[in-house]
């Protein structure tokens, strides 16, 4: 049936109304992408430190509104007869369109968001007994952590990782009349750039400092290092090298659990682990076509960053089983919490009996944290994540203090500290809830020459 002059005037009204909406739409999201921009923000909020790297975020909502914004323009202009939307030809340059934001967007996201130093692959080189180490025989540079001291901001700091994995030079098979201190910790006790800010360094110069002159400190934290890592790189490459004391310097990924593999003293990120042993393995064809689409799914920046940022949903997580571990090890119960506390009391009394066998000193630092630092300083406030968290911190780490000194009885020749509130100035020292400043670092290794001299001393054969 032909239409009437009336109706063909309607319908172009309606159509006009459309393209007149789309090109509105699309300016005014263009607008808002112009706009919201880092520049703009940093005028309305003068506490706003611009970084790109750090603020990708805006950036990319900045891009995905102009680049929405553009596609509803340009909808608008490709014809003013409705129908033509569903054409193939529209279709195809929607489809193009969007493939090609897609691509610059993934593009984008890889360039510049920055990825965690301590995620960086030389610092989780895979290694038997101890799950990773850091690449050994191995250097590479980076940019200066300005947050462990802003003095290095701008400037090139390179790490450098003997046969073990460890930072620095490994001892010497002859100690001659060296005092040998092997530090072992987490990335709390990696930390310091370069080397001679790091905490194990700092222990050594204030012993020096204090007339005990052949005293050497072995850097030898890695980062994640729970306790258990701890004990089996001390049974697998410290008693090889006959220190005379050992520094555990500990206590706080022990708390890992609560964000990544629940199981209590397991490796943060074994449950990665596992899941990868079972797909290359594939002899329990655990992995579906859910899994598999996880797996590639999550290799995508733009991706990630839409589930995990914007939707608040964690690939990994899923991807892991990390929620059917917790099911499994009833996360958040008073027991699994229990068990964590023992798992670390464990650990250090097996430590412990070793020291005795091994003939040399076992000192334990139970690490300081954000949480139990008064007054917080800065944006120290910020760093105790959620209630729930801190409840659980406050819960296990007192007792994991009280389960240190009662271990203490049992072994006299060896020490146990305390250093929960170490850090108890009016300054800020944190720049997470456990990694502190090398004003910080030097505070601590300060604190340990202190109570460590009068042992040292004595085997050193010091008055």
Not at 52 to 57: A, E, S
Not at 104 to 111: D, F, I, K, M, S
Not at 254 to 262: N, R, W
Not at 388 to 416: C, G, H, K, T, W
């Amino acid at each position: 049936m032909p239409r009437t002059r009336a109706g063909s005037k309607n319908e172009a009204k309606r159509n006009l109304l459309r393209v007149r909406l789309h090109r509105t739409v699309g300016i005014l999201l263009i607008g808002l992408a112009i706009i919201y921009n880092p520049f703009t923000v940093s005028a309305f909020y003068p506490g706003y430190v611009f970084n790109f790297g750090i603020n990708t975020q805006i950036y990319f909502i900045e891009f995905c509104l102009a680049v929405m914004g553009i596609l509803i323009f340009n909808l608008g202009l490709v014809r003013k007869n409705i129908r033509s939307y569903a054409s193939r030809k529209n279709i195809a340059f929607v489809v193009i369109f969007l493939l090609i934001i897609f691509v610059a967007a993934e593009l984008t996201l890889r360039a510049f968001t920055p990825t965690s130093f301590y995620t960086e692959e030389p610092l989780f080189y895979p290694m038997p007994y101890i799950m990773h180490a850091n690449r050994p025989n191995y250097e590479f540079c980076r940019p200066a952590n300005a947050m462990l001291d802003e003095s290095n901001a701008g400037k090139e700091m390179c790490y450098s990782f003997n046969e073990l994995g460890f930072r620095g030079e490994l001892p010497s098979e002859d100690k001659g009349d060296e005092y040998r201190i092997i530090f072992l910790g987490g990335s709390a006790a990696f930390n310091g750039e370069p080397l001679e800010n790091s905490i194990a360094k700092k222990l050594e110069k204030y012993l020096r400092e204090k007339g005990l002159a052949n005293v050497k400190a072995y850097n030898w934290g890695v980062t994640s290092y729970n306790s258990a890592q701890e004990l089996s790189v001390l049974v697998h490459d410290a008693l090889d090298f006959h220190p005379d004391m050992v520094v555990v310097y500990d206590g706080a990924n022990e708390l890992q659990q609560y964000f990544y593999d629940p199981r209590p003293g397991y490796p943060h990120a074994y449950a990665s682990t596992e899941k990868a042993i079972q797909f290359f393995s594939n002899e329990t064809n655990s992995l579906d076509i859910p899994d598999l689409f996880l797996l590639a799914v999550r290799r995508l920046q733009s991706i990630r960053f839409l589930t995990e940022r914007v939707f608040r949903s964690d690939l990994d997580y899923r991807f892991t089983g990390i929620y059917e571990l917790r099911e499994h090890v009833g996360y958040g119960t008073p027991e699994w919490e229990n068990e964590i506390v023992r798992t670390y009391a464990k650990n250090i009394d097996k430590m412990s009996m070793i020291s005795e066998s091994g003939n040399f000193r076992l000192e334990v630092f139970l690490q300081p944290l954000v949480h139990f630092k008064e007054p917080l300083v800065g944006n120290e406030a910020d760093m105790l994540s959620s209630l729930d968290f801190q409840r659980f911190v406050r819960s296990a780490y007192p007792a994991m203090a009280a389960d240190l000194e009662a271990i203490s009885d049992s072994y006299p020749e060896n020490e146990y500290y305390d250093f929960r509130d170490i850090l108890n100035y009016d300054k800020q020292f944190f720049f997470d809830y456990i990694h502190i400043n090398h004003e910080g670092n030097d505070i601590v290794g300060k604190e340990m020459a202190d109570r460590l001299y009068a042992a040292v001393a004595e085997d050193m054969g010091v008055e």
